[in-house]
C-alpha cells in the first residue's frame, strides 16, 4: 500500500465536544493537561496525584472537552471559572499572579479561561476552532460579557523568547491604561530580548485569543511552577459574539 493509498484509507477525523463538571471527566482533562504542560514547560507541576495536573479551581468550573471519536482520545481541554462561583472558589486563579483591582470595575459579568491545552497531533485550525466554538456558546449562553485568562509562554531557553513574543503583543494588542494589571512577580528582565530584531514566533493558542480581539492588560508574571511567562488577557464577548460566532458553528459543523 502507497502512502497515498494509506491516507485515502484512514478515516478523517471527527471530534465531538462536551461541558461537564463529571469527575471522570475532569480527571481525564487533568491527565492530558500534565502530559501536555509537563512536556512543554518541564515541570512536574507539583500535583498531588501523579499524572495529573489537578488545583482547587477544577471543582468550581465548567470542563470543555475535545475528543476524537475515532479513537476516544481527548485531545483539548479548557476550562471556564464563572463569576457566579468565585466566592466558591476562593477568587479566580489569575488572582494569584495579577492584581486585577482595575478590572474589577468592568460592568457585567466576568469569567476566567484557563488551563487550555492541545494535543500535539491536533494542533491545527480545526481543533483549535471547535474548541473556541464551544467556549463561544457556552458564554453567551451564560451570559457572559468579559472573559479573562493567563496566556502562557514556556521559558526553557531562559526567558529571551518569552520576552520577545510578550513585547511585541504589547505593542499590538495592549488594553486601555485603565484595564492594566499589574503583576505580583515580575517576570526577570532580559535587555538582549530588547535588541533581538528577528521574527517573534507567537504560540498557536495566544495567536488564535488575539484573532478573536483579545487585549493584553500589561506586564507578564513569572510563574517558576509552571516555569512559564504569564499574561494577562481579556475578550470582550460582544466583540467575539458578533465577529466570530458564524464563522465557529460552520467549523463546528464541520469538525
Keep these: 500500500m502507497t502512502a497515498q493509498t494509506a491516507r485515502a484509507a484512514r478515516p478523517a477525523r471527527r471530534l465531538t465536544t462536551l461541558i461537564s463538571r463529571d469527575p471522570a471527566h475532569i480527571e481525564a482533562a487533568q491527565r492530558l493537561r500534565y502530559e501536555v504542560f509537563s512536556r512543554e514547560y518541564q515541570s512536574d507541576l507539583g500535583g498531588e496525584v501523579p499524572g495529573l495536573d489537578a488545583d482547587r ?4 468550573c465548567d470542563h470543555l472537552l475535545v475528543t476524537d471519536n475515532h479513537t476516544g482520545e ?35 459579568q466576568v469569567a476566567e479561561l484557563g488551563r487550555t491545552c492541545v494535543h500535539p497531533d491536533y494542533r491545527n485550525g480545526a481543533t483549535i476552532s471547535l474548541l473556541w466554538a464551544t467556549v463561544a456558546e ?8 468579559y472573559l479573562i485568562g493567563c496566556a502562557s509562554i514556556g521559558m526553557s531557553d531562559g526567558g529571551l523568547k518569552a520576552w520577545r513574543i510578550t513585547q511585541h503583543l504589547q505593542r499590538t494588542y495592549l488594553t486601555d491604561p485603565a484595564l492594566r494589571v499589574t503583576p505580583h512577580r ?27 480581539g483579545a487585549r493584553v492588560c500589561g506586564a507578564p508574571c513569572w510563574d517558576p511552577d509552571f516555569r512559564c511567562a504569564d ?19 460552520r467549523q463546528q459543523q464541520q469538525a
Excluded at 479551581?57 to 468550581?60: L, N
Excluded at 457556552?138 to 460579557?145: F, H, P
Design 74 to 108: 481527548l485531545v483539548a481541554t479548557t476550562r471556564v471559572l464563572h463569576q457566579s462561583r468565585i466566592g466558591e472558589a476562593g477568587g479566580f486563579y489569575s488572582e494569584g499572579e495579577f492584581n486585577l483591582d482595575n478590572l474589577r470595575q468592568l460592568p457585567g
Design 186 to 212: 515580575a517576570l526577570p528582565h532580559l535587555t538582549d530580548a530588547v535588541s533581538d530584531d528577528r521574527q517573534v514566533e507567537v504560540p498557536a493558542l495566544i495567536r488564535a485569543y488575539m484573532r478573536l
Design 57 to 60: 479551581f477544577d471543582a468550581f
Design 138 to 145: 457556552y458564554l453567551m449562553s451564560r451570559q457572559v460579557d
Design 231 to 249: 499574561l494577562l488577557v481579556m475578550l470582550d464577548v460582544k466583540q467575539l459574539a458578533g465577529r466570530y460566532s458564524r464563522h465557529f458553528m
